[in-house]
């Protein structure tokens, strides 16, 4: 490295994106892995969508309205184009587009990047991961079942142990606002003052609601929604509303293995005023103030737009970032390291085809291996390896080449030892996992 | 799925761009993870990028010449704004903005999407993955050294039997054309010209050169760089030049373990009109007429457009869409499956509890098993099974209720067998790899 002199572009990015450096990269590919490998457990394949779609395409759900929020931009050929804002409309398409040929009920996930033109804020970004999985092509709540057993397993994978599944029924909402004579066209504003219970309070919610409901049903409404009590408690205090279908969800829990301590029941869970028709969910973490790391539901007939047959599903969205943000507050990623497990050291130009074989030999049992690119002071290649925080240094110096020998120092005990080039393999085999 | 009527969009997507579907993206996933693998052997980490960035950050390399091929546009906010269109410019930039806090030298990997607005044609795509090793803050030829060898791994991994990764030196070419007096002008198009030997052949070469040199000149260039012969033969014809880099480096990869089977000198290699400015490496795989799987070189001053600091360093490009090709050719990707390994039978209402219960314990022992979500027809059942590849169907109905047995099906040889609902675990045991 040595200066120059000439104009320099600053190296600085779009607020709301991201670098993701090496540490920060193996922590989320962890992630990623340990979400993908339970998902595979379930038989969820995955496919891929393009990033870039026709805007027609993409927009047919939310038509100029959403637009703000998008990146949209003609190409050089003028085609109208938006960067992928999620995966359900993608996803919705390629069903569409492929429904004959695919496995019916077809099970997927898809985990990319999306973009929006949102304002960048604390967590909110115009670029980041999404995660989802759904099934679609049937209407047994065995789906909505799986769905639960896959978060629950999702979350148990990644090291949470106090987390909680919650669920309820649009349908059981519909009809306790059916029941108390809220008006259809009443009934989106209901639920959204409802929604808004965690943030702004019991008190903040009869507060919106006075501008639809008389205080009778209001009181009414809070009184069916907001139980206490075990699952089986809320059931039967709702008994005279349209229950069945949670009831059913829950014994199919119950009998796939949900336990209750994950699996919370509450009917005052609205969803936002997203497109769901029966089984809603929320994943929420003890312990990390972040909002919902999880959530989704049943949806009737998601291909609509691209295709006249009928498709009802069901799908949850992990969010990848917050679950990333609340595992390292919990110090669920504290000892992810980077990948090299041993450093051999170039010494210098004398003992290199030495270092070079001790290298080859420690690559081929399988031990991830690299070696220093310059015969540098030890020191320098001691603090490479402090930095990328490899485990073990392996030396062959003048001494080590002439007996046959190699030293290794253990970084994290700073300990060393020499032993004969012969034991190398079996040495490492009791320290790496691999 | 039931038939209804409404207006409908066609779900069609942009020429040049693709949806994987499970079956494509399984070996795209498989082909990933083999490659991905040998990168962490070898000590790369990952890192990532965002797709959009500021047009001036990307373009300072390219101008405005490259623009045409580029997906570039304001954003709301009137910024100018491309997507990512290789993987190197990010990369300088990251380095650029965190050499500081980097490990140096530093050695990266990135798999990733890029966006040309090209024109589409087979096999080339307005939407690719990239996928990329990059050795940055070293001069030494080890670095060189270790990425042949990181190449032969890759390729080995992923079952290729015959390639052969050629090698050259830009030092050399330029020391050659300099000896045969061609001047420093002239001597990119003499590059461009040797370039496409594959191409248009020896004849084809010499009428290109025609433009540039005397007849005289071109022998003597096609007699120094069209040699026959190993590799050492060829390094022992080219005394008179400056052949030292490429001795050096064969030897260090000789050291390194790298069969000359695999690595051939070419010094008719040129590598196109890149920044290339030492070593430069493409692969060919045999039986595959699809071009180089994979390429690149030593580059000097990589950060330039946006630090003081110079950084050398070398680095391959992966083709990994070729490399998808070139393995389907070659039947390398005919064993690839989906996820599930068993499906439970949704046999009637009564047996449910106890399919679930089978289901649970296969899941817990790490088989990758689903249920299917409906107590549709036996047929369909296994229809689904077979559609998805899945080896095993297990089947809980009323007589194994009763006696608390399991049928288990082989889908693959047909054969079926009942057994007791203990022996479940220890069955599956011998058939998977999990």
Known sequence: MTKKTNKIIEPKILRGTRDFLPEEMARRNLVQQKITSVFERFGYDCIDT??????????????????KQLYRFKDNGGRDIVL????????????AANYSQLPMPFKRYQISKVWRADKPAKGRYREFTQCDIDIIGTKNLLAETEIAKAMLAVF????????????????LINSILDSLMVKQEDQPAVMCALDKFNKIGRAGVIEEMKLICDEKTIENILDATLLTGTNSEKVEKLEKYDIQEVKNFLRLCSQAGISETFLEFDPSLVRGLDYYTGI????????????????????DDLCGLFTQEE?????????????????????LLNDVRLNSEVLVIYFDEETLPKSLEVWNQLQ???????????PAKLQKQFAYANKKKIRFVVLCGPD????????????????????????LDSYFKGYTNL
Do not use: H, W
């Not at 992928?84 to 069903?95: L, S």
């Not at 148990?156 to 349908?171: D, Q």
């Open 400 to 423: 080590e080449v002439k007996e046959n020998a190699i030293t290794i120092k253990n970084m994290d005990t700073g300990k060393q030892k020499t032993i004969p080039q012969s034991q």
């Open 156 to 171: 148990e994978k990644l090291g949470f142990k106090e987390f909680i599944i919650k669920i309820n029924s649009r349908r």
């Open 311 to 331: 498709f009802s599903g069901v799908g949850v969205a992990f969010g990848f970032d917050r679950i990333v943000v609340a595992m390292e507050t919990l110090g």
């Open 84 to 95: 992928r804002f999620d995966q359900t409309v993608p996803f919705a398409r390629v069903v």
């Open 364 to 374: 081929s049992t399988g031990i991830d291996t690299e070696i220093y690119f310059e």
């Open 50 to 67: 393009p990033a870039i779609e026709y805007a027609e395409t993409l927009l047919g759900k939310y038509g100029d309205e959403g637009s």
């Open 280 to 299: 809603i969910y929320e994943v929420y973490v003890n312990g990390v103030d972040i909002g919902a790391v999880c959530a989704g539901g049943r949806y």
